[in-house]
């Protein structure tokens, strides 16, 4: 079991930066793979980016790459994602997922994440 809980949503001008992190409980924490997607209104749940167990694979959604940064602490059982230049277009409610599988490579399936926090809301103004 993974319980989850986001921080660090807001309202930023467009260019700005937010920082998102996850807060993550439960053992089974240190083996799981790790992600963040979004949902803007109307719009279905969309891939922004993940890392696997050991930091050591990261992945991204073409819309975000070289804008944001996905890191994790395991010690402290953290996940963050750093956005830059942020973009209308970005804004979205955010939600950190885990997938309780130690693989190598990251996972951009929606499907594949068991465990989800409640969200926070980021809006980008123009």
């Known amino acids: 079991q993974v319980q989850l809980v986001e921080a660090g949503g807001g309202l930023v001008q467009a260019g700005g930066s937010l920082r998102l992190s996850c807060a993550a409980s439960?053992?089974?924490?240190?083996?799981?793979?790790m992600a963040w997607f979004r949902q803007a209104p109307g719009k279905e749940r969309e891939f922004v980016s993940a890392i696997n167990w050991s930091g050591g694979s990261t992945g991204y959604a073409d819309s975000v790459k070289g804008r944001f940064t996905i890191s994790r602490d395991n010690a402290k059982k953290m996940v963050y994602l750093q956005m830059n230049s942020l973009k209308p277009e970005d804004t979205a409610v955010y939600y950190c997922?885990?997938?309780?599988?130690?693989?190598?490579?990251?996972?951009?399936?929606?499907?594949?994440?068991?465990?989800w926090g409640q969200g926070t809301q980021v809006t980008v103004s123009s």
């Open positions: 439960g053992r089974a924490f240190s083996n799981a793979g």
């Open positions: 997922a885990a997938d309780p599988r130690p693989l190598a490579l990251v996972v951009r399936t929606l499907r594949a994440y068991d465990y």
